[in-house]
């Protein structure tokens, strides 16, 4: 059975770095794409980094030049670290697994996701 566990949220201060981390167990494929996403109260999650199952990576326009995805494929971990950190970056982030994500243009439907993990806080105090 596949699992997602994110780990490394947390309390950073204004212009504070966080690496959250992904880690993919008991997928059935050996390659395996994951897209961040990103929660607040009262609001709808919101896909916002994608490394494909070929690394491609795609970011929405609000983080791109602050995050950055890569992965770890010994270790099934996939990172997102988020730099220069505002308050507005707030949020409950989580990952979710898909397969044959290639050469990534978008967020992918989120039909084709097939596990999450529970998320894992990140909060920016200015």
């Known amino acids: 059975q596949v699992q997602l566990v994110e780990s490394g949220g947390g309390s950073v201060q204004a212009g504070g770095s966080v690496r959250l981390s992904c880690a993919v167990s008991?997928?059935?494929?050996?390659?395996?794409?994951i897209t961040w996403f990103r929660q607040t109260p009262g609001k709808e999650r919101e896909g916002v980094a994608v490394i494909g199952c070929d690394d491609s990576t795609f970011y929405i326009d609000s983080v791109k030049g602050r995050f950055s995805v890569s992965r770890d494929s010994a270790k099934y971990t996939v990172y997102l670290d988020m730099t220069n950190l505002q308050p507005k970056y707030s949020a409950m982030y989580f990952c979710?697994?898909?397969?044959?994500?290639?050469?990534?243009?978008?967020?992918?439907?989120?039909?084709?996701?097939?596990?999450w993990g529970q998320g894992t806080q990140v909060t920016v105090s200015s």
């Open positions: 979710a697994v898909s397969s044959a994500v290639l050469n990534v243009k978008n967020i992918p439907p989120t039909s084709l996701f097939e596990a």
């Open positions: 008991g997928y059935r494929w050996r390659s395996y794409c």
